[in-house]
């Protein structure tokens, strides 16, 4: 079993646009917006900020009480649209339960909209058409492809239908001659469809869900999921232990994670210079 490292493939992809940017009339500007004091959301939005600064570009981050009214959210997303220095707008999720997520997107010009999540670049990903694509998903095709995985003709499952990771997901895959099959929590049998796939894509948000005897021998296993346990341990969707029969597994932390990141920054950069 090979680890597919997405620490290294981010940081090279980051280095390479970092390379770039002196060369821009302006540096790319990403906004990202934080509702609320979830402290994971608070620790990947750090971790954005830290890179965007990193690679040159302009970052800001607007934190807002986790009670803003949607409209008083509507208007930030207003001004940012309206931010000649701002190329790309993220808005972390989940928001609070009050805030209705998919108004909050389609708010977004779809132009700076780098996380995909407005209905136009979502449209634009089921016809295949050029627009942004949601990062997560995004970057496994980039560890994918470094790893030089067999996509055409392979049978992928992807377990999870989110918006943000699963659906895009199985859209890319479908998109690269993949057969795909989008599994979700009223799927019979699980185990059974993990078990004929050539790729897993496991973006389920439960520790471990995907056991070891799930994976056939030689499977590409990719693991979105990160779940942090009650004594204080991060693990994914996928057990940790027990794949030595795959062929490549995402480790977690260190796999999609840092891939996320920098698919936002390429996202933005693609943005700014569009
Ligand atoms: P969501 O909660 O939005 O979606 C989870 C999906 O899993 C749903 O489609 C749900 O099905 C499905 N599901 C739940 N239970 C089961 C089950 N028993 N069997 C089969 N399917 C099931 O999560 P996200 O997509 O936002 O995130 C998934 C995971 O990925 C999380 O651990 C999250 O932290 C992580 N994540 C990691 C990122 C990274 O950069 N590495 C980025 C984004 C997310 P249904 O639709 O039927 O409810």
């Known amino acids: 079993m090979i680890p597919l490292d997405g620490q290294a493939l981010a940081r090279r992809l980051n280095q390479e646009l970092a390379r770039q940017v002196p ?20 620790v990947y939005v750090s971790r954005k ?32 649209n309206a931010d000649p220095t701002i190329d790309g707008i993220l808005v972390q999720l989940p928001l609070p339960a009050h805030l209705d997520a998919a108004a909050v997107a389609d708010r977004i010009d779809p132009r700076k909209d780098v996380d995909g999540l407005t209905a136009t670049n979502a449209g634009l990903l089921v016809q295949g058409r050029v627009g942004h694509v949601p990062c997560t998903p995004l ?7 470094e790893a030089g995985v067999t996509l055409r003709g392979a049978r992928a499952v992807v377990v999870g239908r989110s918006n943000i990771v699963g659906r895009p997901m199985a859209q890319l895959l479908e998109h690269a001659d993949c057969t795909v099959t989008l599994a979700h929590s009223r799927t ?12 897993v894509v496991a973006a389920v948000g439960r520790p471990e869900f995907v056991a070891a005897d ?37 480790p977690v932390p260190g796999g999609v994670g840092p891939m996320t990141i920098a698919m936002l920054m390429q996202n933005t950069f ?3 210079t569009a």
């Open 23 to 42: 060369a821009l009339p302006r540096p790319p500007g990403l906004a990202v917006v934080l509702v609320g004091e979830d402290p994971a959301s608070r």
């Open 49 to 80: 900020g830290t890179v965007a600064h990193r690679l040159g570009f302009v970052h800001r981050q607007v934190d807002l009480a986790a009670d803003t009214s949607l409209p008083d959210l509507l208007r930030v997303v207003d001004a940012l």
């Open 270 to 272: 693609r943005a700014a």
């Open 139 to 145: 970057g496994v095709m980039a560890l994918l492809a």
């Open 188 to 199: 019979r049998d699980v185990a059974a469809l993990v078990r004929s796939a050539e790729i």
């Open 214 to 250: 799930w994976i056939a021998p030689g499977a590409v296993v990719v693991d979105v999921g990160i779940n942090r346990l009650p004594d204080g341990r991060l693990v994914g969707d996928v057990v940790g232990a027990g794949l030595d029969h795959a062929a490549f597994v995402t």
